[in-house]
T-cell receptor, first 119, second 111 residues
Framework: DAGVIQSPRHEVTEMGQEVTLRCKPI?????LFWYRQTMMRGLELLIY????????DSGMPEDRFSAKMPNASFSTLKIQPSEPRDSAVYFC?????????????????FGEGSRLTVL | DQQVKQNSPSLSVQEGRISILNCDYT??????FLWYKKYPAEGPTFLIS?????DKNEDGRFTVFLNKSAKHLSLHIVPSQPGDSAVYFC??????????FGTGTRLKVLA
């Protein structure tokens, strides 16, 4: 029973390089989220997709960040060019539709994260 | 503008005793509250939730209490076990996809 799968688990790159993080959500989940975790800001939502369509990208820090979801089983988060302040753990999460009053719905299932270090 | 605050960054508890983790929020529109547990080098995992129509929800050793008037919720773990040592996040939402995560409380259960 596969959970959310993220790759790579660790990425070390130099400032200015392009970084691509990948995510495979749980089959049947129609919502996908990209979060970033830092010491200063905690877990913050970057972008939310519903049925492969970006619904809310207000958390994307700047134009250097972009995310795509070409199909229901794959998403990417790209940073170009990368900067040292982008160093963080990036989590992908997916969920089934939230149904009020129905336990077990609306929960986010997280991947193990991609730890990015930009030198 | 912190809508969700977990004021205790860390907590140490003896094995077998009760652990109480607190969460305060400011947005009165929040109506569904989740707790997540996170081990090092892993993603957060769902622990327990509560709807605003309830003031208590229990699941085994874990109980969440909600005080809407005080905009406060707490997670009780009884009895605490060493395997409960993790970072705990509360994450409320106003019925939408947008969960606002607190800063987390690191629980250490001492054997």
């Amino acid at each position: 029973d596969a959970g959310v799968i993220q790759s790579p688990r660790h990425e070390v790159t130099e400032m200015g390089q392009e970084v691509t993080l990948r995510c495979k959500p749980i089959s049947g989940h129609n919502s996908l989220f990209w979060y970033r975790q830092t010491m200063m800001r905690g877990l913050e939502l970057l972008i939310y997709f519903n049925n492969n369509v970006p619904i809310d990208d207000s958390g994307m820090p700047e134009d250097r960040f972009s995310a795509k979801m070409p199909n229901a089983s794959f998403s990417t988060l790209k940073i170009q060019p990368s900067e040292p302040r982008d160093s963080a753990v990036y989590f992908c999460a997916s969920s089934a539709p939230f149904l009020a009053g129905l336990p077990g719905t609306g929960e986010l299932f997280f991947g193990e994260g991609s730890r990015l270090t930009v030198l | 503008d912190q809508q969700v605050k977990q004021n205790s960054p860390s907590l140490s508890v003896q094995e077998g005793r009760i652990s109480i983790l607190n969460c305060d929020y400011t947005n009165s529109m929040f109506d569904y509250f989740l707790w997540y547990k996170k081990y090092p080098a892993e993603g957060p995992t769902f622990l327990i939730s509560i709807s605003s129509i309830k003031d208590k929800n229990e699941d085994g050793r874990f109980t969440v209490f909600l005080n809407k008037s005080a905009k406060h919720l707490s997670l009780h773990i009884v009895p605490s076990q060493p395997g409960d040592s993790a970072v705990y996040f509360c994450a409320p939402t106003s019925g939408t996809y947008k969960y606002i995560f607190g800063t987390g409380t690191r629980l250490k259960v001492l054997a």
